[in-house]
C-alpha cells in the first residue's frame, strides 16, 4: 500500500496534551491521524459539528474565563437540582 505524508504544525502544548491522552488510549499520533481522516471521508465531512456561538453563549464563556458571574455547587446533584423548575 503506497503512502502520503501529512506535514503540520501545532502548539507544543496542546500536542503533548494530546499525545499524552493518545499514549493512555494505546493509540499512536499517526493512528489518529489516519482515524480522523477515515471519518473525514466516510461521513463526507468533519466528524464533529462545528457551529458559531450565539451571543449568549459568547458571553458565557467571556464570564467564566474572567470568573464573573459563576454558580458554585458543592455537588454535581445540587447543580442539576438548581436546573429545575
Not at 502520503?4 to 489518529?32: C, F, M, Y
Not at 489516519?34 to 458565557?60: C, H, S
Amino acid at each position: 500500500m503506497k503512502t502520503a505524508v501529512v506535514h503540520s504544525r501545532i502548539e507544543p502544548e496542546i500536542k503533548s496534551k494530546a499525545e499524552n491522552i493518545l499514549q493512555q488510549l494505546g493509540v499512536s499520533p499517526t493512528e489518529a491521524i489516519r482515524m480522523f481522516y477515515t471519518q473525514i471521508t466516510l461521513r463526507n465531512g468533519l466528524p464533529f459539528d462545528l457551529v458559531v456561538p450565539n451571543e449568549t453563549t459568547k458571553q458565557a464563556l467571556r464570564d467564566s474565563r474572567s470568573g464573573k458571574n459563576l454558580e458554585k455547587f458543592d455537588t454535581a446533584e445540587a447543580m442539576f437540582e438548581s436546573w429545575e423548575p
